[in-house]
């Protein structure tokens, strides 16, 4: 557990945190998964008070806290709409951090280890999980329900609603290339980035090439996320001083194309309140840190050159919106080569479902989101939604193939490198 909390009104404990809460319900409307069952255990403010109780010792059987915890989508709309801006998802990963009393789940452990380990191990077996989803093996583990039998029903589901999988990461293509040397700007590979949407990265660093110069592209650790959420925290600090390390020495921005992994980026002071000069590199080093649509000034690029035809929307990343505040620089580089083409959801950027290993969990309420979230898309009659973070793109292309095939969906970066020079 962290035990500590930055928070809006400053350093707190995780139970000055939760007592911040009013009981006011005015997240409540914010909240996605309220707002799809009326139940109060799933709203922002039950969700703080199970925290607190956990916190307190009074829950007689704290596993029945494991539903109300594992639904919450840590999207924090709730913190966003909240007068005390109180950091419900923060707690609710505490909370789900005293359930399992240090023991993740087996999958999200070995994860965890691996990647602080033996980051080539991991990168191998991702490499082979892929082939086995493009020669069908997997589809078939699903189908048959191993995987179930083998207590991965989540992952059973994953695989089942996952799209096709790259031939190849995009470290492995960035190795073939000509190493970049340029000092404009720093690319992080995101995960998600890497091993299911190689060709994001391409984009990204394609156009990061054409409006800001030459930069770097350097082969560094997971950023943490991943364990943060599921695994362990102590590995996720391990995986963020290997992260701080790695872009030392450089004042050029650090640039991810995935919000959630951006977002975790940026809160890396918290992992070290307790540890003075770590705390004081991380805060160093998350002042270069930016989310893609933060590094473009629609100045730098082509204006209304977009081939495609037909009208565009946006669909804002829970991370990117309410983690980082990010609304209005997206929709300037959208507008700019869109023109009069562009739509606005009208879902106030609600969260699509995704969520990271939520589609997967709540598999059932994920869909309920889901649809709504395409019902809005459909709703603006567009043929091209844009995204940010590489959850989301798996969410969506599954949606729109089953709901919306007319529309498709695209990071920003791959719609931004349409309009550029081949």
């Not at 770097?216 to 650790?221: C, D, I």
Request: overall charge neutral; hydrophobic content about 35%.
């Amino acid at each position: 557990m962290l035990e500590r909390l930055l928070t809006e009104l400053g350093e707190r404990s995780d139970y000055d945190a939760a007592s911040q809460c009013s009981r006011c319900g005015y997240c409540e409307q914010a909240c996605p998964t309220y707002v799809a069952t009326g139940r109060e255990a799933m709203s922002p403010r039950g969700r703080n008070q199970i925290v607190r109780s956990l916190l307190e010792g009074k829950l007689s059987d704290p596993s029945s806290a494991e539903e109300a915890l594992s639904s919450c989508l840590l999207c924090s709309a709730c913190t966003t709409v909240c007068p005390a801006s109180v950091p419900t998802a923060d707690l609710v990963l505490e909370g789900r951090r005293m359930l399992r009393e240090g023991k993740p789940h087996w999958i999200a452990a070995l994860a965890s280890r691996l990647l602080v380990e033996n980051p080539a191990l991991f990168e191998a077996l991702i490499r082979w999980g892929n082939r086995f989803k493009r020669w069908g093996l997997a589809g078939l583990a699903a189908r048959f329900k191993i995987l179930r039998v083998l207590g991965l029903p989540a992952m059973e589901t994953a695989i089942l609603h996952m799209g096709e999988t790259p031939s190849q990461t995009l470290r492995e293509i960035l190795r073939e290339q000509p190493e970049r040397k340029g000092g404009a700007w720093a690319y992080f590979t995101t995960c998600g980035t890497n091993f299911l949407f190689p060709q994001v990265g391409k984009s990204t660093l394609h156009v990061l090439e054409s409006s800001l110069g030459e930069g770097t592209a350097p082969e560094h650790p997971c950023c943490g996320l991943l364990s943060f959420n599921y695994g362990s925290v102590e590995d996720a600090r391990t995986l963020a001083r290997r992260t701080i390390e790695k872009f030392e020495g450089s004042d050029c921005p650090v640039v991810g194309d995935c919000s959630s992994c951006v977002a975790f980026l940026k809160s890396y002071p918290q992992l070290f309140l307790s540890e003075g000069e770590w705390k004081k590199r991380a805060e160093a080093f998350v002042t270069r840190v930016r989310d893609f649509s933060e590094c473009l000034d629609p100045k730098d690029l082509p204006t209304g050159t977009v081939s495609e035809t037909g009208t565009v929307t946006l669909h804002d990343a829970c991370r990117a919106r309410n983690g980082q505040g990010i609304i209005d620089e997206p929709r300037a580089v959208m507008r700019s080569l869109g023109g009069d083409r562009c739509r606005e959801l009208g879902d106030g950027g609600e969260c699509c479902g995704g969520a990271g290993a939520f589609s997967a969990m709540h598999p059932e309420l994920s869909d309920v989101l889901l649809r709504k979230k395409i019902g809005a898309i459909a709703d603006t009659q567009a043929s091209m939604v844009l995204a940010t973070s590489t959850s989301c793109l798996l969410q969506l292309v599954r949606g729109l193939k089953v709901y919306y095939p007319e529309c498709r969906v695209l990071h920003l970066s791959q719609w931004i490198e349409n309009s550029l020079p081949k």
